[in-house]
């Protein structure tokens, strides 16, 4: 087995205001850990903030972030990362991941585009997440991105991300229902991707559902269940890669609680069996 | 294509330029319409939807092309510094002050805008909750300062009652006076002020103890009679002591 440590265990669930206060109010909800993008709870009073720093002293917190925008072609803002930095500091925050991703030109957009694949931006986006780990003294995770188009493609997407992580020497954050996505709308095999990358940089992982704009053209938008192909694709990712803490996200059409809990469970289900056929293997 | 230095950020910024403005400028080549159209959609519906739950009011002003031009206006033209959601309606405000030139708008809008936004911010305000009892004191004789919880907004139009069917087309006569606070619930109150109650808060808010304040006002006014005058003031500034818009300040 990996002797890999990771920053939180198990299965967790991205956390929204919708339903804060009903998972306040409980106590047993088969959560390991928590997930937030700090653009939506940093420098908070009020009702909202004092909710989160309970949630954040009872549960194992992850940051997702939304805009840092690391791949723009417009400088980093260095502010905001000091701001960051503070909150997480303020709430113990695990473990920060980003999109591998750009979200402004000379303005923010606050959505994701595509990265031209190319060396130049390799190179480019590399130096940018050595210089904000160097800030934020801390490794940076980056998450492999949906995308609709390839602007600019002079390469392919796994070869480009793994041109990054490695030099960057970051993190990997593996979104599972993106890799079963861009398989579909760009015509590659899902488990080859996932196999091809680098085992000991893969921080945790992300699960979601996602929207049928057409059979070869798939829309992300984590507001639906997630679907069979990609749970087969999860279990898969375990048994080549090992368990890895795996997080439910759910961003539009939320379900009740109840329901989020379930999917939170069937991610335990996954890693038990896993771990099952590990130790029978093993 | 060249393959000058950074090409790839010079295809960046004519992607990001056609989402803002597809109308007017074109989309990077070789790429399926179908493809673009959903970068086109989703960015704009992000956007429209954050706008929308930020100004409700605003939007029912609108009719649904009108309001779609003004979020497609307000993405051509302004370029957000903010990282952080919360913060995006305050970059509408700036860009109806700086960038926005229609003259169907009404003329009460960005006060409304400002107005909506005043809910949000004070919702989300890191100060907290404080009262200052008083002692067996006259609370006239005290000095204080204003909870940063507490916000006196002043506007020329009485935006809090504009509605689809109440749309004033000139300015009051007299300033509408706001008094907005987030009590110690996190419940956010709106108190209309008549502008002698306004310039009492603002006068003690700018260091003027109770008696001085009231002084002030009645000299202002002319008053004939000084202790009906102080007598209001009293209560008043008892009031928002124990509402906790007034903190005394005990050097």
């Known amino acids: 087995m990996s002797s890999k440590t990771f920053p939180v265990n198990g299965a967790g669930l991205g956390l929204r205001r919708s339903f804060i206060d009903e998972l306040a109010a409980m106590d047993n909800t088969g959560i390991d850990f928590l997930e937030v993008a700090p653009e939506n709870w940093m420098e908070m009073g009020g009702a909202f903030g004092r909710k989160f720093t309970a949630m954040a002293e009872r549960y194992p917190m992850l940051c997702h972030g939304l805009s840092l925008s690391i791949g723009s072609p417009a400088p980093l803002d260095e502010p905001f990362l000091q701001r960051l930095k503070k909150f997480f500091d303020k709430h113990n925050i695990r473990c920060y991941s980003e999109h591998l991703s750009y979200c402004s030109d000379d303005g923010h957009l606050y959505d994701l585009m595509p990265i031209p694949f190319t060396e130049e931006a390799v190179h480019y986006v590399a130096d940018r997440i050595k210089r904000v780990q160097s800030i934020l003294e801390r490794r940076l995770v980056i998450e492999n991105v949906s995308y609709y188009a390839a602007p600019g493609q002079e390469m392919d997407e796994l070869s480009f991300i793994r041109a990054i992580v490695e030099e960057a020497d970051c993190d990997l954050l593996l979104d599972v229902n993106n890799v079963f996505v861009n398989s579909v709308n760009h015509r590659y095999d899902p488990l080859d991707y996932i196999k091809a990358l680098p085992r000991g940089r893969i921080a945790y992982l992300h699960i979601a559902g996602h929207y049928n704009e057409a059979e070869d053209l798939i829309v992300d938008t984590h507001g639906a269940d997630v679907i069979d192909p990609v749970w087969d694709l999860l279990a898969q990712t375990y048994q080549h890669h090992g368990v890895i803490p795996t997080l439910l996200e759910r961003d539009f059409n939320i379900p009740s609680l109840p329901q989020l809990l379930e999917e939170v469970g069937t991610i335990h289900r996954y890693q038990q069996q896993s771990q099952l056929q590990h130790v029978s293997h093993g | ?219 202002a006014m002319q008053h004939a009679q000084p202790e009906v005058v102080k007598h209001g003031a009293r209560q008043l500034i008892e009031d928002w002591i124990e509402r906790g818009i007034l903190l005394i300040s005990r050097q």
Not at chain 2, 14 to 25: C, K, L
Not at chain 2, 169 to 187: A, F, H
């Open chain 2, 1 to 219: 294509m060249s393959h000058m230095a950074d090409s790839f950020k010079a295809t960046q910024y004519r992607f990001a330029a056609h989402i803002r403005n597809p109308d007017a400028e074109p989309a990077p080549e070789q790429i399926e319409d179908r493809r673009m159209a959903i970068y086109r959609d989703l960015f704009f519906n992000n956007i429209n939807g954050t706008l929308k739950n930020a100004f409700p009011v605003i939007r029912s002003l609108f009719t649904e092309d009108t309001w779609q031009a003004l979020v497609r206006d307000f993405m051509i033209k302004h370029h957000c510094k903010t990282p952080l959601f919360v913060e995006i309606a305050r970059e509408f405000m700036a860009y109806l002050e700086s960038e926005r030139l229609s003259d169907d708008d009404p003329p009460f809008l960005k006060e409304l805008a400002h107005y909506e936004w005043v809910e949000l911010a004070l919702s989300i305000h890191e100060a907290e909750f404080e009262r200052t009892p008083l002692a067996d004191e006259d609370c006239l004789t005290l000095l204080y300062q204003q909870s940063p919880l507490a916000w006196l907004l002043v506007y020329q139009y009485p935006v809090h009652q504009i509605s689809i069917d109440n749309q004033p087309t000139t300015p009051s006569d007299t300033p509408v006076c706001l008094l907005v606070l987030r009590n110690e619930s996190d419940e956010i109150k709106f108190i209309e002020l008549n502008p002698v109650s306004a310039r009492l808060l603002e006068l003690l808010s700018q260091g003027l103890s109770g008696k001085e304040a009231a002084e002030d006002i009645i000299n």
